[in-house]
C-alpha cells in the first residue's frame, strides 16, 4: 500500500505545472483574488476567496488538479461525510464526463491526532492500529457510496520527514518560531492583512497552546512530545505536526506551488483552509497558491439547527443508513439540492429522492423496451421526441455550467421523462395479451415476461441489461408478484427470504438468468 502510494504521488508531480500567476483584482468582500492565466472550461463556479462565481480557470488545458481534506480517522464515518464526499465526487463526475477534463485528485488521511491518540487509550491499542481501522472502513463506505477514490490517498505518518522540511522553508522565509518547549508556530502578523480571506477569520479567536506565542491567533506547525504519545525526531526536538500543516505539505509535495481546486465541508474553511493559505503562501512565497476553494455545506437532521456531527452524538453511520436506502437514492438525494447549501436529512426527504429515481428507472426500462420492439403503444412521433433530447441536453449543460447546479440539471432531465411518457402510453393490458400466448404475458414498461401454470407458480424472464447489486440472498429467493397473471408486473415486490427486510426496486435488481420460477 505505501508503494502504491509513493508510486502515484510521483507519477502526479510527473503530470502538473508548478507556475505560480497573473493579474490582481479585489473581489467583493475586499480580499485580493487573483484571475489565474490558462484554459477557460466555460463553467463559472462560486469560489470561497472571492465570495463570487468565478470563470473557472486551468493552468493545463483539460486537467484540473483537486486536493481535499480526507477524514481523521478515529470513528466510523457518517451521513455528514458522505454527503460532502458524494457531493463533491459529483462535481468531479460532471467536469469528466459533460466537460472533458482529467480529475487529478490526492486526498489525505489524518492519521495522527489527539483525538485518534485517546481513542487508542480507550480501547487499549495502538493509535496506527486505531487509523488502520477506521481508514479501511472509510475506504469501504466510499465504495458503497459508489464515490471513485481520489488518485492517491497519503497518510500523514508516511511524510512526517516532508512536514518537517516544510516547516523548515516557512521558518527560514521568517513566517514561523520556535519555542523554548520545542513547539514550532505559524507568526500571523508576519503576514500581515493576507490573513483572513474567509469570513469570520478576522476577530476570531487563536488555538490554545503555548505561553510564549507571539500572538493569539499564531496556531501550532510542530508539537512538542508528551508522554505516551507518538513521537517524531525534528530539529525542535521530538513531536508530532500539527493539524494544518499536514495539508499544505501534502497538497504542495503533490501538486507544487499551484493548485486549481481545493475542497471541503464549510466547517473548514476557518480556520483550517485559512491556516492551509497562511502556510503554504509562506512556504512558496506567491501571492495565491490554490485558485478555487469549493466548500460544501452542512447535512443537518431535518428539525434540528445543528450539523450531524460526531461530537454532538447526532449521526446516522453510512453502514447503518446503507440498511434503509440504495447509495443510487443519497445520491438523487444529493442533486436535488446545490452543493453549495445546507441540507436537511429525513426519511421523507429521501422517499421524495427514491421516487424520483424510480420515475426515471421507469422510463429507461419502456424506452429500451420500444427500441427493441417488445413495447406496444400507438405510433411515436419521434421528431417531437428527439426536439426534447436536444433541448435537454442544451439545458442539462447550461445548468451544470452554472456552478454545477444540480437541481435545475434534474429539473430539464424529469421534463425530458415527462414528454417521453407521454408518448409511451401502453396499449390495454387485453390487446397486450391477445399478441401473446394464453399462457404467457409481458411487461409492457420493463420488457419483462412469464409464463404461469396453473394457478400458483410463475417462471420469469427478465431482460438482460437489468444490473445493480443484489442485497438480498439467495438470488432464487421467493418474491410475490401480484397480479403476475392478469398482465401487470408491479414495479415493487417484497421478499419472502427472511434475510431481506426491506423492499426492492425491480430496476435495481442484478440480472438473473431465464427460467427461474417465482411464486405469484
Not at 37 to 66: C, M, P, Q, V
Not at 425 to 449: D, F, I, K, N
Request: charged letters at 20%; aromatic letters at 10%; hydrophobic letters at 35%.
Amino acid at each position: 500500500m505505501r508503494w502504491t502510494m509513493i508510486r502515484s504521488g510521483k507519477v502526479l508531480r510527473g503530470l502538473v505545472s508548478l507556475r505560480c500567476r497573473a493579474p490582481v483584482r479585489h473581489s467583493a468582500s475586499g480580499q485580493a483574488w487573483v484571475t489565474p492565466r490558462g484554459f477557460d472550461t466555460g463553467i463559472k463556479t462560486f469560489n470561497s476567496l472571492s465570495k463570487e462565481k468565478e470563470a473557472l480557470i486551468l493552468a493545463r488545458e483539460g486537467t484540473a488538479t483537486w486536493y481535499s481534506c480526507g477524514p481523521t480517522v478515529y470513528d466510523h464515518a457518517h451521513l455528514g461525510h458522505a454527503c460532502s464526499y458524494v457531493r463533491f465526487d459529483i462535481l468531479q463526475r460532471i467536469l469528466t464526463r459533460v466537460f472533458g477534463i482529467t480529475v487529478i485528485h490526492a486526498m489525505v488521511i489524518t492519521d495522527i491526532d489527539d483525538k485518534i491518540i485517546q481513542r487508542s487509550w480507550e480501547e487499549n491499542v495502538s493509535p496506527a492500529a486505531v487509523a488502520r481501522l477506521y481508514e479501511e472502513e472509510f475506504k469501504r463506505d466510499m465504495l458503497s457510496l459508489k464515490v471513485v477514490p481520489p488518485a492517491v490517498y497519503l497518510r500523514v505518518t508516511e511524510n512526517v520527514h516532508h512536514i518537517v522540511a516544510f516547516i523548515e522553508g516557512i521558518i527560514r522565509n521568517g513566517h514561523a518560531y520556535a519555542t523554548k518547549e520545542g513547539d514550532v508556530y505559524f507568526d500571523v502578523a508576519s503576514i500581515g492583512e493576507r490573513y483572513g480571506k474567509f469570513v469570520g477569520a478576522v476577530g476570531s479567536h487563536g488555538e490554545p497552546g503555548s505561553s510564549n506565542k507571539r500572538d493569539s491567533r499564531d496556531f501550532a506547525l510542530w508539537k512538542r512530545s508528551k508522554p505516551q504519545e507518538p513521537h517524531w525526531e525534528s530539529p525542535w526536538g521530538r513531536g508530532r505536526p500539527g493539524w494544518h500543516i499536514e495539508c499544505s505539505t501534502v497538497a504542495s509535495h503533490m501538486f507544487g506551488s499551484q493548485l486549481d481546486i481545493h475542497s471541503g465541508g464549510i466547517d473548514l474553511a476557518f480556520p483550517h483552509h485559512e491556516n492551509e493559505i497562511a502556510q503554504s503562501e509562506a512556504f512558496h512565497q506567491c501571492g495565491q497558491w490554490a485558485n478555487y476553494f469549493l466548500h460544501s455545506g452542512h447535512l443537518h437532521l431535518k428539525g434540528s439547527a445543528e450539523k450531524m456531527s460526531k461530537s454532538l452524538k447526532n449521526y446516522i453511520t453510512i453502514k447503518d443508513f446503507l440498511q434503509s436506502y440504495s447509495a443510487e437514492e443519497f445520491r438523487m438525494f444529493c442533486l436535488s439540492i446545490k452543493y453549495r447549501s445546507a441540507v436537511d436529512y429525513s426519511d421523507s426527504s429521501m422517499l421524495e429522492a427514491r421516487t424520483s429515481l424510480e420515475t426515471i428507472c421507469t422510463f429507461l426500462s419502456a424506452a429500451q423496451a420500444y427500441m427493441r420492439g417488445q413495447f406496444h403503444c400507438p405510433p411515436v412521433q419521434e421528431a417531437l421526441l428527439w426536439q426534447s433530447l436536444a433541448e435537454a441536453k442544451s439545458n442539462v449543460r447550461t445548468a451544470l455550467a452554472d456552478d454545477f447546479d444540480t437541481p435545475r440539471a434534474v429539473g430539464a432531465l424529469m421534463n425530458l421523462v415527462y414528454d417521453g411518457n407521454r408518448q409511451l402510453q401502453p396499449v390495454s393490458t387485453r390487446e397486450v395479451s391477445g399478441a401473446l400466448p394464453s399462457s404467457e404475458r409481458r411487461s409492457p414498461t420493463s420488457g419483462m415476461s412469464w409464463t404461469c401454470s396453473g394457478s400458483t407458480r410463475c417462471t420469469v424472464r427478465r431482460p438482460r441489461r437489468w444490473q445493480a447489486v443484489e442485497t438480498c440472498r439467495p438470488w432464487w429467493s421467493s418474491w410475490h408478484i401480484s397480479e403476475a397473471k392478469s398482465g401487470h408486473l408491479p414495479s415493487r415486490v417484497r421478499t419472502t427470504n427472511p434475510a431481506c427486510t426491506q423492499t426492492e426496486s425491480l430496476c435495481s435488481k442484478p440480472a438473473t438468468p431465464s427460467g427461474r420460477t417465482w411464486s405469484p
